[in-house]
């Protein structure tokens, strides 16, 4: 089994989402819409905001696995909070399909992830 996301690199309460919220950029792609905000840490961190319209719990757990995995994989530059909010679409899509799409997605806000 692999490593997960340490605690530093996680977004878990209210005021930090509300914050990328509205000041971060916005982003829409396929199969998620991504908010980045710079964050003045030296790590970038990772909120999922997985909504009952996702599905049931079932369904929401196993889109913020695979959306942790995508960032685990393809970490961007330090510096930044990044808030996933997931679609439907993902649940059905292959997980290359969705690399690419988040990669796609933060390359077009300049937050390339490292090669």
Same mark, same amino acid.
């Given at each position: 089994m692999?490593?997960?996301?340490?605690p530093? /690199? &996680?977004i878990?309460?209210r $005021?930090? =989402?509300?914050?990328?919220?509205? +000041?971060?950029?916005r982003? +829409?792609a396929r199969?998620?819409?991504l908010?980045?905000?710079?964050? *003045?840490?030296?790590?970038? %961190?990772?909120?999922?905001?997985?909504? %009952?319209?996702?599905? !049931?719990?079932? +369904? %929401?757990n196993?889109?913020?696995?695979?959306?942790r /995995?995508?960032?685990r &994989? *393809?970490?961007?530059?330090?510096? =930044?909070d990044v808030?996933?909010? $997931?679609r &439907?679409?993902?649940? !059905?899509?292959? =997980?290359s399909?969705?690399?690419? !799409?988040?990669?796609?997605?933060? &390359?077009?806000?300049? %937050?390339?992830p490292?090669s």
């Amino acid at each position: 089994m692999t490593q997960g996301l340490s605690p530093q /690199e &996680r977004i878990r309460r209210r $005021p930090e =989402f509300q914050q990328v919220y509205e +000041h971060g950029l916005r982003t +829409h792609a396929r199969f998620m819409t991504l908010f980045i905000l710079a964050n *003045n840490l030296p790590v970038t %961190r990772l909120g999922v905001a997985a909504t %009952r319209k996702l599905g !049931d719990a079932v +369904h %929401r757990n196993r889109a913020k696995r695979l959306v942790r /995995e995508m960032f685990r &994989r *393809n970490k961007t530059l330090p510096g =930044f909070d990044v808030v996933v909010v $997931p679609r &439907r679409e993902l649940l !059905d899509a292959e =997980f290359s399909s969705l690399e690419t !799409d988040y990669c796609t997605a933060l &390359r077009r806000r300049g %937050r390339s992830p490292r090669s």
